[in-house]
């Protein structure tokens, strides 16, 4: 609390496995409870892939950290950083996304712009795969992008335009990008003719989106099940995953989902080797399934194979692999069934990397 008992800013807090400095604690030591990034009180919101992280503040700066071998952290280099370093001296970075090795961003005069590996075309600036960029690009001139995609161990992209249109480029080899074959491409190409396209996530070779009619629909990859259309077969095209009109929004890791509807519930489906899914067992699902009997989920973030969760009542929950603190709980244990972190009701926004977690809080 700041002075006459007036709350601060929002701060930063980072967990799980540090290797290569995505925690930004200025060291490389995994952690398995929260512990806060810096001392400042101004961030805003961050965005986690892969094994390196980037965080907005108030004003519009933009902050990484992490893993560099590709210049994933936009610094001009590929030296590693495990403390926040300013990404140049702009103030309208909005949104951000992108994956593995790679980073997808939105400014707030709606231009689109990537860095870091194109393995498979991944940053969308049709350029030849192999070959990375270590400052951002912009991609094309158009100004009317509103999202962008997220994935932990993605190598391909998705994007949302201000007219609701679906745009995909990178890695297509099962069909990820929605676009009815399987060849990458390299700048964004749109999927389909529809202008109702929402929130948009990336999972490991498979994709999934929340219409604005709530509608959720998937594709990719099924070989898990994470599709959740009650089959293992791939699927090129979007397919909508049962019927339902509630749904709010989607996150996807390593070969499994994870969606909120819009009463609070909570559902997940695919790979479930370490009790990612959170039904309190290790059993794979092909359809989505309710996490216990909640209706007060807010939000949920895949990470590799773990999950956390965020309630309207502020407080965060983790479950699945565990093996770097990653659930935050102070041990290495998995867990299969949703667990609360701490008893801080204050957190605000949460997002994964590959084994580690980061979140805001008052």
């Keep these: 609390m700041g002075a006459a008992g007036v709350s601060e800013g929002p701060q930063l807090y980072a967990w799980g496995q540090n290797n290569l400095g995505q925690l930004g604690l200025g060291n490389t030591t995994n952690r398995s409870s ?3 990034v810096g001392s400042l ?9 892969g094994y390196h992280s980037v965080a907005t503040d108030t004003s519009g700066k933009a902050f990484s950290f992490g893993s560099n071998n590709r210049g994933q952290l936009g610094l ?3 030296i590693d950083r495990s403390s926040p370093v300013q990404i140049g001296a702009l103030t309208n970075w909005s949104k951000f996304g992108g994956g593995f090795s790679f980073r997808l ?3 707030t005069d709606g231009t689109l712009w990537s860095w870091g590996y194109n393995g498979y075309g991944e940053l969308g600036d049709g350029t030849a795969p192999i070959s990375q960029k270590s400052s951002p690009a912009q991609v094309g001139a158009s100004t009317d992008w509103a999202s962008v995609s997220t994935g932990t161990n993605v190598v391909h992209s998705l994007a949302v335009k201000t007219g609701g249109t679906l745009w995909a480029f990178g890695d297509n080899n099962f069909g990820e990008l929605g676009l009815g074959d399987t060849t990458d491409r390299s700048s964004p190409t749109q999927v389909g003719a529809l202008t109702n396209w929402s929130k948009v996530t990336t999972g490991r070779k498979n994709s999934a989106a929340v219409k604005t ?4 629909w998937c594709w990719g990859r ?3 099940g994470q599709i959740g259309d009650g089959t293992l077969t791939d699927r090129s095209s979007p397919v909508q995953i049962g019927a339902g009109t509630n749904w709010s929004s989607v996150s996807g890791g390593f070969y499994f989902t994870v969606a909120v509807k819009t009463d609070g519930t909570l559902w997940s489906w695919g790979r479930n080797t370490v009790g990612q899914l959170g039904l309190g067992n290790t059993t794979n699902y092909s359809s989505p399934k309710q996490i216990g009997a909640g209706t007060s989920w807010s939000s949920a973030i895949c990470g590799a194979s773990h999950m956390v969760a965020l309630k309207t009542d502020g407080t965060i929950w983790g479950w699945g692999s565990n093996s770097f603190g990653q659930l935050g709980l102070g041990d290495t244990t998995n867990r299969s ?3 609360q972190i701490g008893s801080v009701s204050t957190w605000q926004n949460i997002v994964c990397g590959s084994n580690f977690t980061l ?4």
Excluded: C, D, I
Excluded at 41 to 49: L, Q
Excluded at 359 to 362: D, G, K, Q, S, W
């Design 76 to 78: 001009g280099n590929t």
């Design 222 to 224: 099924n070989n898990y």
């Design 41 to 49: 009180s101004t961030w805003s919101t961050p965005f986690a892939a």
């Design 359 to 362: 979140a805001t809080r008052l």
């Design 34 to 36: 929260p512990v806060q």
């Design 213 to 216: 009619n709530g509608t959720l």
């Design 337 to 339: 069934s949703p667990v």
């Design 105 to 107: 961003a939105v400014k």
